[in-house]
């Protein structure tokens, strides 16, 4: 499940969408990632993303390789401004992709 602070519901603006994107990091293992958090309009992401969020709720998505490894989290998305630049976090560790692939994800 995936939950927003106040926040962060606040610093979306219509039509945007949180991403958690995956990113390779190693070549000889296709599986072995990153995942990042951004911001990105609803209307441009490719199937490569699917939906976390429930129907009326502000729009969530996950990369179809993540989605495995976030299925049955409970995940909270907050938003911080600096300058006016908003940086969207969540609670999930810096290292979580890497830990999901090599099978070590605390229970």
Request: hydrophobic content about 40%; glycine content about 6%; proline content about 6%.
């Amino acid at each position: 499940m995936v939950r927003l602070t106040q926040e962060a519901r606040e610093a979306l603006r219509p039509g945007d969408a949180l991403v958690i994107d995956w990113h390779r990091v190693a070549i000889c293992c296709a599986c072995a990632g990153e995942i990042s958090l951004r911001r990105a309009p609803e209307d441009r992401l490719t199937r490569t993303f699917r939906r976390l969020s429930r129907a009326g709720e502000p729009a969530v998505y996950a990369h179809r390789y993540a989605v495995p490894h976030l299925a049955g989290r409970d995940i909270t998305i907050d938003c911080r401004r600096t300058l006016g630049v908003r940086r969207f976090t969540s609670d999930l560790p810096t290292d979580f992709g890497l830990r999901a692939s090599l099978g070590r994800l605390p229970a």
